[in-house]
């Protein structure tokens, strides 16, 4: 017995360490695309995703670990990393099946996509890009919409009544930003016609 549970905690170990690197290259591919380091980011996607593959392979033989958290925020890090690129590159939503993880993970995943929309949006009012920054909160809210079809308790899916909460909040708050950019914005224009009519 003592063999068993010896072989299962080292196991465990290993998972985490694995997971933790899963997870410390999708942050890096996320903070590489805010940046628009388009080849940095796609290099640490790939190094996410076998590393992850890694992971798969090692918990085959243990459904309770293949199921467990370790597990799922490694899945749901590297998902996240990649909605956020295709969503700010393409204007693309990609689904679970083309990222190869589980349910749960992508739809928290995507949950925390809606938060690095938020942080792109406001770089590109920052930069005086206003009509990309509403094509920001346009993908925003369809991916609330989305989520807001997923009503179901925390035991089939838990923590995503609170992650709702939380895009909602997001989008109201970026809603509120853009709506005060776009009238600075149109302020400026006025400014501008009246001097150029002096």
């Given at each position: 017995m003592r063999k068993h549970f010896d072989a299962q905690e080292e196991l465990?170990?290993?998972?985490?360490?694995?997971?933790?690197?899963?997870?410390?290259?999708s942050a890096r591919a996320i903070a590489a695309?805010?940046?628009?380091?388009?080849?940095?980011a796609d290099e640490f996607l790939a190094k996410a995703r076998d590393t992850l593959?890694?992971?798969?392979?090692?918990?085959?033989?243990?459904?309770?670990l293949a199921n467990s958290g370790?597990?799922?925020?490694?899945?749901?890090e590297y998902g996240e990393a990649t909605l956020v690129r295709a969503l700010i590159r393409d204007g693309k939503l990609l689904t679970?099946?083309?990222?190869?993880i589980p349910y749960k993970s992508y739809l928290a995943a995507l949950a925390d996509t809606v938060g690095e929309l938020r942080?792109?949006?406001?770089?590109?009012?920052?930069?005086?890009?206003v009509g990309r920054a509403e094509q920001a909160l346009k993908l925003m809210e369809e991916i609330f919409e989305l989520?807001?079809?997923f009503d179901y308790p925390d035991a089939i899916l838990p923590?995503?009544?609170?992650?709702?909460?939380?895009?909602?909040?997001?989008?109201e708050h970026t809603r509120g930003d853009l709506t005060i950019a776009i009238r600075q914005r149109k302020l400026e224009r006025t400014l501008e016609r009246a001097e150029r009519g002096k």
């Amino acid at each position: 017995m003592r063999k068993h549970f010896d072989a299962q905690e080292e196991l465990r170990e290993k998972v985490l360490d694995v997971s933790r690197e899963v997870i410390r290259f999708s942050a890096r591919a996320i903070a590489a695309t805010h940046r628009e380091d388009q080849s940095s980011a796609d290099e640490f996607l790939a190094k996410a995703r076998d590393t992850l593959a890694t992971l798969a392979e090692a918990v085959k033989a243990e459904p309770n670990l293949a199921n467990s958290g370790i597990i799922l925020a490694a899945y749901q890090e590297y998902g996240e990393a990649t909605l956020v690129r295709a969503l700010i590159r393409d204007g693309k939503l990609l689904t679970p099946e083309e990222l190869n993880i589980p349910y749960k993970s992508y739809l928290a995943a995507l949950a925390d996509t809606v938060g690095e929309l938020r942080r792109h949006a406001l770089d590109l009012i920052r930069a005086d890009k206003v009509g990309r920054a509403e094509q920001a909160l346009k993908l925003m809210e369809e991916i609330f919409e989305l989520l807001m079809e997923f009503d179901y308790p925390d035991a089939i899916l838990p923590g995503m009544k609170r992650k709702q909460d939380m895009v909602r909040r997001v989008i109201e708050h970026t809603r509120g930003d853009l709506t005060i950019a776009i009238r600075q914005r149109k302020l400026e224009r006025t400014l501008e016609r009246a001097e150029r009519g002096k």
